[in-house]
């Protein structure tokens, strides 16, 4: 190949380096505003309330240098014993949402709840490969162990808390005891249910019946920045 040909090659990928379009492929991945926790707080259920649970995002998301973002815990409450009732959708934004990757997992609230028809059964981008945790790592889902699918949400699928009167949030997260939580499936892959927010109830609120079930006591955690 003459050196002239190879300094007219050169060139052309020198302009492309600088152009806006190559500039613009190369800042495709996103900043990251949704992880899966890694780790539970190691109490069962009783995670410090929803105080606790977003200073445990914070936590992990400093850890994973993504501390300069204000977190939030997915997690509902249950309006019992004159406290009010806190809905998880209502506390995370409006998106779009990206997880460790740059994948997003949701374009804004409608997709990430199946607000229409076509949504519902399309449903969002969460799944074993994409529900990350804040260092990337994938978690543990049926057919590996130890199972870790069970997510505390407390939620019902469209993110809204429950107004029965039952306890569906190990008593608003401070329960390593009585009671019993609502939890997702981040691998979406049960004979039970494939709801990421809302599969099924625990089977208590302490380490062992969380983890009897499939869980270990994590939960989803959203930027809001």
Same mark, same amino acid.
């Given at each position: 190949? *003459?050196?002239?040909?190879?300094?007219?090659?050169?060139?052309?990928? *020198?302009?492309?380096?600088? #152009?806006?379009?190559?500039?613009?492929?190369?800042?495709?991945?996103?900043?990251? !505003?949704?992880? %899966?926790?890694?780790? @539970?707080?190691?109490?069962?259920?009783?995670?410090?309330?929803?105080?606790?649970?977003?200073? $445990?995002?914070?936590?992990?998301?400093?850890?994973?240098? =993504?501390?300069?973002? /204000?977190?939030?815990?997915? %997690? *509902?409450?249950?309006?019992?014993?004159?406290?009010?009732?806190?809905?998880?959708?209502?506390?995370?934004?409006?998106?779009?949402?990206?997880?460790?990757?740059?994948?997003?997992?949701?374009?804004?609230? #409608?997709?990430?709840?199946?607000?229409?028809?076509?949504?519902?059964?399309?449903? !969002?981008?969460?799944?074993?490969? /994409?529900?990350?945790?804040?260092?990337?790592?994938?978690?543990?889902?049926?057919?590996?162990?130890?199972?870790? $699918?069970?997510?505390?949400?407390?939620?019902?699928? /469209?993110?809204?808390?429950?107004?029965? @009167?039952?306890? $569906? /949030?190990?008593?608003?997260?401070?329960?390593?005891?009585?009671?019993?939580?609502?939890?997702? $499936?981040?691998?979406?892959?049960?004979?039970? +249910?494939?709801?990421?927010? *809302? =599969?099924?109830? +625990?089977?208590?609120?302490?380490?062992?019946?969380?983890?009897?079930?499939?869980?270990?006591?994590?939960?989803?955690?959203?930027?809001?920045?």
């Amino acid at each position: 190949m *003459s050196h002239l040909r190879l300094a007219l090659i050169g060139s052309m990928v *020198s302009i492309l380096s600088t #152009s806006p379009a190559f500039a613009q492929e190369g800042a495709e991945k996103e900043k990251m !505003n949704f992880f %899966l926790t890694s780790v @539970g707080v190691g109490d069962g259920a009783n995670i410090g309330g929803i105080a606790g649970a977003d200073a $445990h995002c914070q936590s992990l998301a400093a850890a994973a240098g =993504a501390g300069g973002q /204000t977190w939030r815990a997915y %997690l *509902s409450t249950d309006g019992r014993d004159g406290k009010p009732v806190i809905n998880a959708r209502e506390r995370i934004g409006t998106g779009p949402w990206f997880n460790h990757g740059g994948r997003r997992i949701a374009k804004n609230q #409608s997709e990430l709840h199946g607000d229409t028809l076509e949504e519902a059964r399309n449903g !969002n981008l969460i799944s074993k490969m /994409t529900a990350l945790s804040e260092t990337g790592d994938e978690l543990n889902g049926v057919g590996q162990r130890p199972l870790v $699918h069970d997510i505390l949400t407390g939620t019902q699928q /469209t993110g809204m808390a429950y107004t029965d @009167g039952e306890d $569906h /949030t190990c008593s608003n997260w401070t329960s390593n005891d009585e009671g019993t939580a609502m939890v997702g $499936h981040h691998d979406r892959n049960s004979s039970s +249910s494939i709801s990421w927010n *809302s =599969a099924h109830p +625990s089977r208590g609120c302490s380490q062992e019946n969380l983890q009897v079930s499939g869980g270990a006591g994590l939960f989803y955690c959203f930027a809001l920045d």
